[in-house]
């Protein structure tokens, strides 16, 4: 029986609660940590749980604990994952993965040391049609990718809350949502490395008198472009908004010599592949997927299964960095006004 611990006991401790107690012949949630204790012990509760906490370094000196879900706002995300592996325990931390590209870093280097999954909860990895595309473009089906887009066009979705200042987020609607459309294109493209970016941030929405949030502490973007350039001319367009006067869309979509992949998680069709040549382009869209799941649930049980078995992350931290490495990037795009060179990470480099 693995033993977990849920750190965070906010709205999406409630979802990673559910995972895990569908795998109840697997799985026990033995504690809950929040630095309210109050909430926390309404949760332990709430799911029938022993232990609970107000710091959850007490927590994980639980010998029973096997593996945490890090479930709070993203500022927090970096520290209780680096003590959890330093603690021997596997870890499962939400997205995005890190305030910035340096705490994703520490929290590689920490699942490295201590030779234990560290695992980013991004649920789009298993999306059918993702998996369907990435095993059609591992299949040589695309021929050489040379563009790609990245794109959230969020009509009215600003959440407010903790997700609304930089000093509980780190960043606003590139890393609360861009981070879905981002990690599948890399995902997809196979993490090409990027060499620079030009991008632009912007607060647009968030000061406006009528919106549901406390807007006098809005003080992240709500919306954003980049283009990215990777080795070998590869360039990406990635954008996102949580407002935006458009039509909601969104939409992931690669193109190579010979062929295309396209996803619209939210339209239908959802799936688009296309193979051939100049005159012969066809579409090879599948009638039947791949398993999986959008749903939390399915993502839990990845990560049990790696455990069980001594499996690698399902979605391992050091490719996930690249997300962090983006964005930080346009954040210093956005400052210098100017397109701006990567530095890749050591631990990164081959």
């Known amino acids: 029986m693995i033993g977990v611990g849920i750190i965070g006991a906010g709205g999406i401790s409630q979802s990673h609660a559910n995972g895990y107690s569908q795998l109840s012949d697997q799985v026990e949630i033995t504690a809950v940590a929040d630095l309210d204790y109050e909430r926390a012990k309404l949760a332990a509760d709430r799911w029938g749980v022993k232990h609970a906490f107000s710091d959850y370094r007490q927590m994980l000196q639980l010998d029973q604990i096997d593996a945490v879900s890090v479930c709070t706002f993203t500022r927090a995300h970096c520290q209780p994952s680096i003590d959890a592996l330093n603690a021997g325990k596997h870890v499962l931390v939400e997205k995005p993965m890190a305030a910035t590209a340096e705490e994703g870093i520490q929290m590689v280097k920490a699942s490295r040391q201590n030779h234990r999954i560290l695992m980013i909860g991004m649920k789009w990895r298993f999306m059918p049609e993702v998996l369907a595309a990435k095993a059609f473009i591992d299949d040589h089906k695309l021929g050489k990718i040379y563009y790609a887009e990245a794109i959230g066009w969020q009509h009215r979705g600003i959440p407010g809350r903790t997700f609304i200042q930089k000093e509980t987020a780190g960043g606003g609607a590139f890393m609360d949502n861009g981070v879905y459309t981002l990690d599948t294109v890399l ?164």
């Not at 968030?206 to 949030?213: K, T, V, Y």
């Not at 990215?228 to 006067?245: D, K, P, Q, Y």
């Not at 999986?292 to 455990?307: M, P, R, T, W």
């Open 187 to 350: 995902y997809l493209m196979g993490h090409p490395i990027p060499v620079s970016v030009s991008g632009t941030s912007a607060n647009i929405f968030g000061h406006s008198p009528d919106g549901g949030w406390e807007a006098e502490r809005f003080n992240v973007e709500d919306f954003g472009t980049a283009l990215v350039r990777f080795e070998e001319g590869m360039t990406l367009f990635f954008a996102h908004s949580w407002a935006i006067n458009f039509k909601e869309q969104w939409q992931v979509r690669i193109a190579g010599g010979r062929g295309s992949a396209e996803i619209y998680p939210f339209s239908n069709p959802k799936l688009r592949l296309m193979h051939g040549g100049y005159s012969d382009l066809s579409e090879l869209t599948p009638t039947d997927l791949p398993p999986g799941s959008i749903d939390i649930g399915y993502e839990i049980k990845q990560f049990v299964q790696a455990i069980e078995h001594g499996l690698p992350s399902p979605v391992p931290a050091d490719t996930f960095l690249y997300t962090n490495l983006i964005f930080d990037a346009i954040y210093r795009s956005t400052d210098l006004g100017r397109e701006v060179n990567f530095d890749l990470p050591d631990l990164l480099k081959s």
